[in-house]
């Protein structure tokens, strides 16, 4: 027997307690717990309480009587002497060991040894998703030397084994396996606690890619936006977060990644213990119903503009006889000045020697050949120029649950990323280019980025996001106490049935306590009902990108002209003119300007502005609703 903590030798057994007399207002306690085991006598509790003056006493009282032989009694007298709201909270448990050890008993496996003749007190395991599964027991002392280190990493094995009427075995359902992480040794008594799990992190954290790929099927992990030195445990977390699901170790040590939504339901409970269902519903402000995305991808457009540019002499043979002319190599100089490749270049010579008709006059003409190859009067070249231009793709996404924001209003969270496509690669005219990804106005382009890689970051975004708002909706929570049902886990979807209560949902927690000192054996369930609503469910697919090219174009035309100074009319000289500057040989206006004989060419700007462009998309998100109907009966009268 035990009153108030202090073990008690075995025999009749006669126990008293007496509250403490308050003379002033207040509301005294006195909490009394007893325990009668292995009795073989008939306890007695005598109980006595005086209450003198005004005040709320209270007095908690809870007597276990486990294996009793005798009528045990509970005399108890209370005296009020003045005006107040005594209490006496009484429970009186008796159950019979003899019949309590032929339902159940516990299994345990200390690195492979027997220990279960030494578990006391209650085991206790706890399973909830996203997280380790968890053992917690105590072991009477063995003799002999004993270390908590000893128990360090120690494999631990629980299962609970039901038993018939002879108390024979029916079978062991497993429990728990894992290691102990945490021992602890009471000094004094020797007692053992054992804390230990399933060791999901430490699994996780030595698992590969490939092997965390294929436990994680359909998640998402995108470098650019999650970074490359993500491993282990960080990285199985990085794909969960876009999907509607939960990754657990079954009881067993196998990898379960169990959707939150569509499976079937696992069991009907239709007798909860009495007094353990309990419903919590989610605040409002925890809901996500809309998540806005904001992304920009950035990365470098290399453009290469092809221009031809034509120039002639202006004046006939016959007319240009005695005008200068500019050489080949002259124009040559003057298109390589113009910071563009040559690409083609070409000119018109002079004829050869010869007789001309100039109107009606034959005119004799003689020229060498390498003097009439070394002159021009006329020129076709295509001249090419490369350079880059940085491009910025805008997104603007919106991820909605329109039935929960009709329901509940608009809750927004915003998220932002972004993606720059850096390359080291030389755009120089020596870079050979087979394919060009297409035109830009009047200029040929090829991309520095994988299109591809844009849209797998934009659909990992939208499916986070996707994974955010159902998450947030299925946090309404159901709890309740059943006989222990021991293949009950975490990966099951649960379903209660009361007159006052239905609700459906996955399973957020199963904890599994099997007392030794009370018999007691029980399952606590917590499952995770969701409600928020929608028909519509849209795919997690990339926009189309932005148009960020302009229509295609022929480049702006580039005028060459020939004009002669020495003769009337001539023009006073200017710097800015293009194509060819010559005289008059001999001149025939000494009044008039001579012109420096030299050929010009300019080409038009390129304009190298950032390009931007913005695409927005919408998303809706159909919210599952689960089963959560609360029936209030008419009272008719307060309690």
């Known amino acids: 027997m035990a009153l108030n903590g202090s073990t008690l030798n075995s025999g009749p057994v006669n126990a008293s307690a007496e509250a403490p007399v308050e003379y002033g207002t207040g509301s005294p306690e006195l909490p009394i717990t007893i325990t009668v085991a292995a009795e073989t006598g008939r306890p007695e509790v005598a109980l006595a309480v005086s209450v003198v003056e005004r005040g709320r006493p209270e007095l908690p009282l809870e007597i276990s009587v486990v294996e009793p032989t005798g009528a045990p009694e509970l005399p108890i007298q209370?005296?009020?002497y003045d005006t107040g709201a005594p209490e006496l909270p009484l429970q009186v448990l008796v159950v019979d060991d003899a019949h309590r050890g032929s339902l159940w008993r516990v299994a345990a496996y200390l690195d492979g040894q027997d220990i279960s003749a030494r578990?006391?007190?209650?085991?206790?395991?706890?399973?909830?998703?996203g997280a380790a599964r968890i053992a917690e027991c105590e072991l009477?002392?063995?003799?002999?030397?004993?270390?908590?280190?000893?128990?360090v990493g120690a494999t631990l094995d629980l299962y609970y084994v039901p038993l018939d009427a002879a108390g024979q075995s029916l079978g062991e359902v497993p429990l728990f396996r894992g290691r102990c992480e945490e021992p602890e040794i009471e000094p004094r008594s020797g007692r053992i606690r054992l804390l230990a799990s399933d060791g999901r992190q430490t699994l996780l954290h030595a698992l590969d890619h490939a092997a965390i790929d294929a436990i994680t099927p359909g998640g998402r992990y995108h470098p650019p936006l999650d970074g490359e030195d993500v491993e282990g445990v960080d990285y199985a977390d990085v794909r969960l977060s876009s999907l509607a699901a939960s990754l657990d170790l079954d009881v067993t040590g196998a990898w379960r990644l169990t959707p939150w939504h569509g499976e079937p339901v696992a069991a009907t409970i239709t007798a909860p213990i009495d007094g353990s269902v309990d419903m919590r519903l989610a605040p409002r402000q925890q809901l996500i119903n809309r998540v806005e995305v904001s992304y920009t991808h950035r990365y470098q457009r290399h453009l290469e503009r092809r221009q031809w540019l034509a120039w002639q002499y202006r004046k006939s043979f016959c007319e240009g006889r005695n005008y200068t002319k500019p050489?080949?190599?002259?124009?040559?100089?003057?298109?390589?000045g113009t910071g563009w490749r040559i690409l083609g270049f070409g000119t018109d010579q002079l004829p050869p020697s010869g007789t001309i008709i100039c109107g009606t006059t034959p005119v004799a003409w003689l020229i060498s050949r390498e003097?009439?190859?070394?002159?021009?009067v006329g020129m076709r070249a295509q001249l090419a120029r490369r350079y880059s231009r940085d491009v910025e793709e805008r997104y603007e996404l919106t991820v909605e649950a329109p039935a929960s924001v009709g329901r509940f209003g608009t809750l927004t969270r915003r998220d932002?990323?972004?993606?720059?496509s850096d390359t080291d690669i030389d755009w120089g005219d020596d870079i050979e280019v087979t394919t060009w990804d297409g035109q830009d106005g009047p200029d040929q382009y090829i991309d520095r980025h994988d299109p591809a890689d844009a849209a797998e970051a934009l659909e990992t975004l939208i499916a986070r996001a996707r994974r955010r708002i159902l998450e947030?909706?299925?946090?309404?929570?159901?709890?309740?106490?059943?006989?222990?049902l021991p293949h009950l886990d975490r990966t099951a979807r649960l379903r209660l049935e009361q007159p006052y209560l239905v609700a459906e949902g996955k399973a957020r927690q199963v904890r599994h306590t099997l007392d030794f000192e009370t018999g007691r054996a029980v399952t606590a369930c917590e499952i995770a009902v969701s409600q928020g609503g929608g028909a519509t469910d849209d795919p997690v697919t990339a926009p189309t990108r932005p148009d960020t090219v302009a229509p295609a174009e022929p480049p702006p035309k580039v005028q060459l002209s020939s004009r002669f100074g020495g003769e009337a009319g001539a023009l006073p000289y200017n710097e800015t003119w293009l194509g060819y500057t010559g005289n008059r040989e001999p001149r025939t206006d000494f009044d008039a300007p001579v012109y420096p004989q030299r050929f010009r060419v300019e080409m038009p700007?390129?304009?190298?502005?950032?390009?931007?462009?913005?695409?927005e998309a919408a998303y809706e998100v159909a919210v599952p609703d689960d089963e959560l109907t609360l029936t209030i009966e008419e009272l008719t009268a307060w309690p």
């Open 78 to 80: 209370v005296d009020v």
């Open 119 to 129: 578990l006391t007190g209650r085991v206790e395991v706890t399973a909830e998703e």
């Open 140 to 151: 009477r002392p063995a003799t002999g030397p004993a270390s908590a280190f000893d128990y």
């Open 327 to 336: 050489t080949r190599e002259m124009i040559r100089q003057a298109l390589e």
């Open 371 to 376: 003097l009439r190859e070394s002159l021009a």
């Open 416 to 420: 932002q990323a972004g993606l720059s």
């Open 472 to 484: 947030s909706h299925r946090g309404h929570l159901v709890r309740w106490e059943i006989p222990i």
């Open 605 to 615: 700007e390129i304009g190298r502005e950032a390009i931007q462009a913005e695409r």
